[in-house]
Nanobody
Framework: QVQLRESGGGLVQAGGSLRLSCAAS????????LGWYRQAPGKQRELVAT???????NYADSVKSRFTISRDKEKNTVYLQADSLQPEDTGVYYC????????????WGQGTQVTVSS
């Protein structure tokens, strides 16, 4: 069993910052990609940022230059530094761990709420 535990969400004013964390635990952690996705009310879940084990990153256009994904390999933890937050960044942020070549190895956290007030 694999568990992903997110933390760091909350309420922040526009222009503020938050740092989200996600710790992965379990008997077998065979991911090659860790990432963050978000879902706004009434919308589909969308990619925010991902990072491969090799350090390659991918960001949604809407968050480039404002958000930064990083990881601590020893702690199996991925972070999302979200700066210059805007009301449209509001949503539930989910952590994801997956292996790109093993389709069934794909796990999600329970999500953490981020609310940005104008």
């Amino acid at each position: 069993q694999v568990q992903l535990r997110e933390s760091g969400g909350g309420l922040v004013q526009a222009g503020g910052s938050l740092r989200l964390s996600c710790a992965a635990s379990g008997r077998i952690l065979m991911y090659d990609t860790l990432g963050w996705y978000r879902q706004a009310p009434g919308k589909q879940r969308e990619l925010v940022a991902t990072m491969t084990n090799g350090g390659r990153t991918n960001y949604a256009d809407s968050v480039k230059s404002r958000f930064t994904i990083s990881r601590d390999k020893e702690k199996n933890t991925v972070y999302l530094q979200a700066d210059s937050l805007q009301p449209e960044d509001t949503g539930v942020y989910y952590c994801n761990a997956r292996h790109s070549s093993v389709s069934f190895w794909n796990y999600w956290g329970q999500g953490t709420q981020v609310t940005v007030s104008s």
